[in-house]
């Protein structure tokens, strides 16, 4: 399964300035080991000591937030497109 | 003159210079301003900050005013210093006997959003921008729109297309770019995420975040300043993301660090809409996890789902033995009549958030009676009329005669 994954400011440090990246996975965790494999460093990033997502990480498929899915075993699809966004203050 | 070393990761402790940057690099926490206490400690006096403007810049050496700031160059409408009154009445209904607001409707535009909206865009335009940006649940809106046009800066303004219509016209006016995007306010807060990484703007709660937060401390400075240069027992804040509660409790350790009042201990506590409790809800099952939620309430100006600073307004709650409580619409809409009706102050849902939940507070013990305790009225009740006209109107609809009056009267 390949999909895009949107990458925010902050991590373009490490993908050499590329706003998104294709990869291939058919979980978001997969996908998360698969953007790690490509652009080594950007799995520290997202993920504690202990694997989880970071608590100031959000992760999206498409429009829902894995956290009202599966976490990391939220499936991901053909085509879909994976965004990484940082939280956000009160409006 | 400005004490601002840089910013510095609240997670992980790494140290950036200053940008318009929100978010750590290395580990996605978020970025706070860093300051040199130390000089800090030697100008800020209680004789010159009572010398000062009243407005929240009166604090001047405590915000973050970046390094070449001119004090002509603020963008200032005049926020803040708004009056900590003493609640009687309220008080008597609620059974305490020391309660006082602090009355923060009465702001530019209506709301406390513009003390960070102040300090945001005035550390925005020093970095260059020329653009300001939010994304918003209304009261953000209005205040970015307000001081964009005081500034002559281009707005852009993004809120959620369900929010009441005051709201939209109320910030509509001020000649932003009003973006009403079809979506919750967390969707409007990941799509301006994405815009700010795209576009050179200052979205004052996204990359301009770590100066914006910094100006709601004011609450916490005047609260202390107001009660005579003393921290109170105990402060009931509302929380949407969590920041206001944050920084009112880093206003009281800092005028403690910065000998401005006596070192004793306070509590905070916050307020939450049951239709929208993430932050009340890792309080009371006692797993401290923040779990995003889809909000549903009257209060949408705290319609946040998921909380960007719930974790510190966790830790701050429970570090200084506070506690969290939500109330239902119902609630809300009630504590908004006795509000106005006991002290003459007529607020938002917020406000009757902020005052159901304090009741409930008493109720259940966790303030005592001669607390003094200070409860923040965030915003104008103008801006939700609909939470309310179900609830209250005329007591007698009649033609203009005496005599009609007057058997109105007695019947």
């Given at each position: 399964m390949s999909v895009t994954v949107r990458i925010p400011t902050p991590l373009r440090t490490v993908t050499g300035g590329n706003a998104t990246v294709e990869v291939s996975g058919s979980t978001v965790g997969e996908v998360v080991k698969a953007l790690d494999a490509a652009h080594p460093g950007i799995g520290e990033r997202l993920l504690d000591g202990s694997g989880q997502v970071r608590r100031f990480v959000n992760i999206f498929v498409d429009d829902g937030d894995i956290r009202f899915a599966s976490g990391l075993d939220t499936p991901v699809w053909d085509g879909a497109t994976v965004s990484i966004i940082p939280a956000v203050a009160g409006g | 003159m400005s004490y601002v070393e840089g910013l510095r990761c609240r997670e992980c402790g790494r140290e950036v210079d200053i940008a318009a940057v929100h978010v750590c690099e290395f580990c996605f926490g978020p970025l706070e301003v860093a300051y040199d206490y130390r000089a800090m400690y030697k100008a800020a006096t209680r004789e010159q900050i009572a010398a000062g403007p009243r407005t929240i810049w009166r604090y001047a050496p405590l915000l973050p005013e970046l390094p070449g700031t001119d004090p002509a160059d603020r963008i200032d409408l005049g926020a803040g210093f708004t009056p900590l009154v003493p609640a009687q009445r309220l008080g008597e209904a609620l059974g305490l006997d020391d309660l006082w607001l602090k009355n923060d409707t009465v702001n530019p535009s209506f709301s406390f959003k513009d003390r960070v909206v102040s300090v945001a865009l005035t550390a925005a335009k020093r970095l260059g921008f020329h653009v300001a940006a939010c994304a918003s649940t209304g009261n953000l809106a209005h205040s970015v729109a307000a001081h964009a046009a005081h500034a002559g800066m281009r707005a852009y303004v993004f809120v959620p297309s369900d929010l009441e219509p005051e709201k939209i016209i109320a910030a509509a006016v001020y000649g932003p770019r009003l973006v009403s995007v079809k979506g919750t306010y967390d969707d409007v807060n990941r799509l301006c995420a994405e815009i700010a990484s795209e576009y050179h703007w200052a979205f004052v709660n996204v990359n301009v975040r770590p100066y914006y937060a910094e100006g709601s401390k004011t609450i916490g400075f005047e609260i202390a300043e107001q009660l005579g240069w003393q921290l109170p027992d105990h402060v009931v804040a509302p929380m949407a993301s969590g920041s206001m509660l944050v920084k009112i409790d880093k206003a009281f350790t800092e005028l403690i660090t910065l000998g401005l009042v006596d070192d004793r201990p306070w509590r905070i506590s916050g307020a939450q809409a049951t239709g929208c409790a993430p932050i009340v809800a890792a309080l009371k099952d006692g797993t401290g996890l923040v779990r995003p939620v889809r909000p549903d309430t009257i209060a949408k100006s705290l319609a946040i789902g998921n909380p960007a600073?719930?974790?510190?307004?966790?830790?701050?709650?429970?570090?200084?033995?506070?506690?969290?409580?939500?109330?239902?619409?119902?609630?809300?809409?009630?504590?908004?009549?006795?509000?106005?009706?006991?002290e003459g102050i007529f607020a938002e849902t917020a406000g009757g958030v902020t005052v159901a939940v304090l009741r409930k507070l008493i109720q259940q013990g966790h303030i005592t009676p001669d607390e003094r305790t200070v409860a923040v009225i965030s915003g104008l009740g103008l801006k939700t009329i609909d939470a309310i006209s179900d609830h209250v109107g005329p007591a007698y609809t009649i033609p203009p005669g005496l005599e009609d009056f007057q058997v109105a009267l007695n019947s």
């Open positions: - | 600073d719930g974790y510190y307004a966790l830790d701050a709650v429970q570090r200084t033995g506070g506690w969290m409580e939500d109330v239902s619409d119902h609630e809300i809409a009630e504590a908004i009549g006795l509000l106005a009706r006991t």
